[in-house]
């Protein structure tokens, strides 16, 4: 694998690391589809106790969507870059091992989405979260109109999806979309933390998470499939060229809401 990195541990924990530091590991197909294979073959496997994701470098858990990549897709590839995101995050989602993400630096965009879409979210002090796709010209595509508001509420997300801003460690905890704040390694708190899940019955664990995510699971889907119509809707504007070229050329970018 050129973009992820895994351990499986003597204790049955498994460790996934996003693997692009240079990147920020950021989001690009080949992680994506990387990430699509190993979770179809983890999940053939022998069962892990809990699988932990983070993202090596320490500057990020993932930064978001490789922009550089995507600037130029048309509609459909980037409706279809969306249902592709959000089919293989589902298989994260449904993996049968509890997940949790162990956060340090930044994870936006895809990077938070991707963090939602594990049971539980660790943060070091120096992560940052946030959806700032509307900085783009776009909107989130990976699930994060749907997620976020199922982690911190209808207001609050709506709030961090319309200005794009970045949450610190402490207001992620704060809010509800981390579990809490860890000041030492945050791998190994999660570490921890799996195994003190993984000291409970299996079977039970297994229910209590399927009980939990079934709750919602139809209007999950609903949302997610306009989601990927609307994402792919923003690469028919200018200001979604506008804010990609932006964004790649580390200046501020220029809307004309067209």
């Given at each position: 694998?050129?973009?992820?990195?895994?351990?499986?541990?003597?204790?049955?924990?498994?460790?996934?690391?996003?693997?692009?530091?240079?990147?920020?590991?950021?989001?690009?197909?080949?992680?994506?589809?990387?990430l699509?294979?190993?979770?179809?073959e983890?999940?053939?496997?022998?069962?892990?106790?809990?699988?932990?994701?983070?993202?090596?470098?320490?500057?990020?858990?993932?930064?978001?969507?490789?922009?550089?990549?995507m600037?130029?897709?048309?509609?459909?590839?980037?409706?279809?870059?969306?249902?592709?995101?959000?089919?293989?995050?589902?298989?994260?989602?449904?993996?049968?091992a509890?997940?949790?993400?162990?956060?340090?630096?930044?994870?936006?965009?895809?990077?938070?989405?991707?963090?939602?879409?594990?049971?539980?979210?660790?943060?070091?002090?120096?992560?940052?979260?946030?959806?700032?796709?509307?900085?783009?010209?776009?909107?989130?595509?990976?699930?994060?109109?749907?997620?976020l508001?199922?982690?911190?509420?209808?207001?609050?997300?709506?709030?961090?999806?319309?200005?794009?801003?970045?949450?610190s460690?402490?207001?992620?905890?704060?809010?509800?979309?981390?579990?809490?704040?860890?000041?030492?390694?945050?791998?190994?708190?999660?570490?921890?933390?799996?195994?003190?899940?993984?000291?409970?019955?299996?079977?039970?664990?297994?229910?209590?998470?399927?009980?939990?995510?079934?709750?919602?699971?139809?209007?999950?889907?609903?949302?997610?499939?306009?989601?990927?119509?609307?994402?792919?809707?923003?690469?028919?504007?200018a200001?979604?060229?506008?804010?990609?070229?932006?964004?790649?050329?580390r200046?501020?970018?220029?809307?004309?809401?067209?």
């Amino acid at each position: 694998m050129n973009c992820l990195k895994f351990e499986r541990r003597e204790d049955g924990v498994g460790l996934l690391s996003l693997s692009r530091p240079k990147k920020l590991n950021a989001l690009n197909a080949e992680l994506i589809s990387e990430l699509d294979v190993l979770l179809a073959e983890l999940d053939v496997g022998p069962p892990l106790v809990a699988l932990v994701l983070t993202g090596e470098g320490g500057r990020a858990f993932a930064a978001g969507a490789d922009i550089a990549e995507m600037a130029e897709y048309s509609v459909q590839q980037a409706t279809d870059m969306a249902k592709r995101g959000q089919r293989v995050l589902a298989r994260l989602e449904s993996f049968h091992a509890p997940t949790i993400a162990a956060v340090s630096g930044f994870a936006l965009g895809g990077g938070c989405e991707l963090a939602m879409c594990c049971d539980l979210i660790l943060a070091g002090a120096t992560a940052v979260f946030g959806q700032p796709e509307v900085k783009l010209g776009v909107i989130p595509g990976f699930g994060g109109t749907q997620r976020l508001p199922r982690r911190v509420g209808a207001q609050r997300a709506l709030e961090l999806t319309l200005t794009g801003r970045n949450v610190s460690a402490e207001e992620a905890v704060r809010i509800g979309l981390a579990l809490e704040l860890v000041t030492e390694d945050v791998v190994e708190a999660a570490i921890a933390l799996a195994l003190r899940i993984g000291a409970n019955g299996p079977l039970a664990v297994r229910a209590a998470r399927a009980a939990w995510r079934e709750a919602d699971h139809d209007a999950l889907w609903r949302g997610l499939d306009r989601e990927a119509e609307l994402f792919g809707g923003c690469f028919a504007t200018a200001d979604q060229r506008e804010g990609m070229a932006a964004h790649l050329g580390r200046r501020a970018p220029r809307f004309v809401g067209a």
